[in-house]
């Protein structure tokens, strides 16, 4: 006789772990270089703890211990319950022709959760919150050659996160197709405050919070059937992955507050849009003796297509960023501790769609990565990422970037069937 008995077993570890990295977001200091006032804020790029050590690219990386943001496909090799939780911290130089500034940040990261439904058909289900862009900057400037003497200091705080439910199936045992769908929110508070040299004058301060909402949906990719479909055994291990993003619609409520030494009032209450743009993106990776992963890719967005409610004024460019990476993976068989340890390297370089007095905002960075085993099914891995932003003239600050990422990923078996006679 045989009967089925299934066992459930929450993740309790790892759920307070994630309670803590949500509460833990706060910023170890304010501001920031100013590239971040335009457009919606600073594009952030993570697709996950792996991906973040192999210069970004993860459109065509698969497997099953992880959970891959960038290509939702790939979400069909998953073969357990896993949570990934990642925190990350930054260490900023900013240079311009007015002097040297530097920041230090502690922020959450992103927080995942995938759940295979059949693994026998590539149906994973996966939920996600990561940041889509993030605001921090500090503007100071003197107008002391006006009628009315004054110094004038604008900051911008904030970010627009994306919560995220994707889904996998595979349609053949070679092509994997993947979906998400994102709900964009997030509040950006920007405060201008005057500080008048003449004591008769009234100082005062300027607050515009703006509360964002919006959707958007994806559709990816992966096909690793080359050999079957060329012939060529050399190609077994190799992936292609694609993806692409509609635009979206954020609608805007912005609220404005006047405060002096003399009253405080709700000036106006407005309603704006911001259209985000069409992105697209191509990837390729190939895996060597079942070890080493070689990985690439290419992503653009149409930023000369898109629209930003209420921001300065900007010339806005399609954007697009090259990468690089390699991976020696953690061995498949039992072992020693060293022989579970994957090793990373990688290069991008991200020409950004902001353009300032005709010049554009480059950006170009390495990263290095490190994973290692946990008790049990917990793995945790450290990657840095370090590069240069802008040229430091006057009309671009450069800004030197230091940022290191740690994300934490337990694998549970939530359902087991067991035999019994």
């Known amino acids: 006789m045989s009967s089925l008995v299934h066992r459930v077993r929450p993740a309790i570890r790892f759920l307070s772990l994630a309670t803590l990295a949500l509460a ?38 698969t497997g099953p211990g992880f959970i891959n943001r ?40 992103s ?6 439904i059949s693994t026998s058909r590539g149906i994973t289900l996966a939920f996600d919150i990561t940041p889509y862009s993030k605001t921090r900057y500090g503007v100071v ?24 439910a994707s889904a996998s199936v595979a349609l053949t045992n070679d092509l994997l197709l993947g979906f998400r769908l994102s709900h964009l929110f997030g509040r950006i508070e920007e405060v201008l405050s005057v500080q008048f040299t003449d004591p008769g004058f009234v100082d005062s301060d300027t607050y515009v919070n703006k509360h964002h909402n919006g959707n958007m949906i994806a559709g990816s990719l992966a096909f690793s059937g080359f050999q079957s479909m060329l012939g060529i055994d050399a190609l077994k291990d190799m992936t292609l992955g694609f993806i692409v993003s509609s635009p979206s619609r954020l609608n805007i409520r912005a609220d404005r507050e006047f405060f002096s030494s003399f009253m405080s009032d709700t000036t106006l209450k407005t309603n ?5 743009p069409w992105s697209f993106g191509l ?13 690439g890719e290419v992503i653009s967005e149409l930023g000369s297509q898109a629209t930003y409610y209420d921001a300065p004024p900007a010339q806005m460019r399609n954007s697009l960023r090259a990468a690089l990476g390699f991976e020696r993976t953690a061995s498949q068989e039992a072992g020693t501790f060293w022989s579970q340890i994957s090793y990373s390297l990688g290069a991008a370089y991200h020409a950004s769609s902001l353009v300032l007095d005709g010049k554009g905002v480059d950006e170009v960075f390495g990263t290095a990565g490190i994973g290692f085993p946990l008790a049990g099914n917990a793995r945790v891995r450290l990657a840095l990422q370090g590069g240069v932003r802008g040229t430091g ?29």
């Open 24 to 61: 833990a977001p706060a910023a170890l200091e304010a501001g920031g270089p100013t590239y971040s006032r335009y457009g919606a804020g600073d594009r952030y790029f993570f697709g996950s703890g792996r991906a973040y050590g192999m210069g970004l690219t993860g459109i065509a990386l």
């Open 70 to 109: 960038w290509n939702p496909a790939t979400l069909a090799a998953i073969r357990s319950v896993l949570f990934e939780g990642s925190l990350e911290a930054s260490h900023m130089i900013v240079t311009d022709p007015f002097g040297t500034s530097k920041y230090l940040r502690g922020e959450f990261q």
């Open 111 to 116: 927080l995942a959760l995938a759940i295979p």
């Open 141 to 164: 400037k003197d107008d002391l050659d006006s009628p009315y003497p004054s110094t004038q200091t604008l900051t911008g705080t904030g970010s627009v996160a994306a919560l995220s």
């Open 272 to 276: 704006g849009v911001t259209e985000l």
């Open 283 to 295: 990837g390729i990776s190939y895996l060597m003796n079942n070890r080493y992963v070689l990985s």
């Open 393 to 421: 003239d006057v009309a671009l600050a450069r800004e030197s970037f230091f940022r290191l990422s740690v994300t934490l990923s337990v694998g549970e078996e939530w359902i087991t069937r067991i035999d019994e006679d």
